[in-house]
């Protein structure tokens, strides 16, 4: 079955700094990978999704870069601000599946 | 527009009592699933349904059940709790053809 990794487990940096997450999957019939952001206490909320079609997607301060060949996908968040701290996680899905296999999460702390 | 939504938020059980954990979503949606959140182990697929009337294993169904009781309600059983099965349990839908999940707000269980 799919297995993802995720690093590093925790990431911190300087407010303005960028910061990047990388995920490794397994199975080559995935296509589907989204990211997701969990602040202290709240529920997983989508940020950003790209699709085995796509290389990069950009959403403001966010991208996230897929490497099909190597089986790795990455998130990029650049201008980093206090708000950004929280734990990230990405996940590899198939079509057909919905089924998602997240990744152990990443805790981001953007220091002041 | 509710979004998904979970009760109890909070629950305190003994090791072997039973209780049924709740989940409705009002967008509509075909897929619903259960999660774990464990800390450093990401969120874990317990089961899912894809659609109304069909229920699979996840990662980690031992321990647990569900039904899908109409295209709105999914609920988790567990039958026998055990210390191993605290954690925070989250829902989630999707629709189809858009592979993004909706979580609920999440319940907190504990297993003493």
């Known amino acids: 079955g799919e297995n993802v990794e995720q690093h590093p487990s925790t990431l911190s940096v300087q407010e303005g700094d960028s910061a990047v997450i990388k995920c490794t999957y397994s199975?080559?019939?995935?296509?589907?990978f989204p990211w997701y952001k969990q602040e202290l206490g709240k529920r997983p909320q989508l940020i950003i999704d790209?699709?085995?079609?796509?290389g990069e997607k950009k959403d403001q301060r966010i991208a996230v870069t897929l490497n099909k060949t190597a089986k790795h996908f990455s998130l990029h968040i650049t201008e980093t601000q206090p708000e950004d701290s929280a734990v990230y996680f990405c996940a590899a899905s198939t079509s057909g599946t919905y089924k998602y296999i997240f990744g152990t999460g990443t805790r981001l702390k953007v220091l002041a | 527009n509710a979004g998904v939504t979970q009760t109890p938020k909070f629950q305190v059980l003994k090791t072997g009592q039973s209780m049924t954990l709740q989940c409705a979503q009002d967008?509509?949606?075909?897929?619903m699933y259960w999660y774990r959140q464990d800390p450093g182990m990401g969120l874990r697929l317990i089961y899912y349904s894809a659609s109304e009337g069909t229920t699979d294993k996840g990662e980690v169904p031992n321990g647990y059940n569900v039904s899908r009781l109409n295209k709105r309600e999914f609920s988790l059983r567990l039958e026998s709790a055990a210390p191993s099965q605290t954690s925070v349990y989250f829902c989630?839908?999707?629709?189809?053809?858009?592979?993004?999940?909706?979580f609920g707000p999440g319940t907190r269980l504990t297993v003493t």
């Open positions: 967008m509509n949606h075909n897929s």
């Open positions: 989630a839908s999707s629709g189809a053809g858009n592979h993004e999940q909706y």
């Open positions: 790209i699709r085995s079609n796509v």
């Open positions: 199975d080559s019939a995935s296509n589907y």
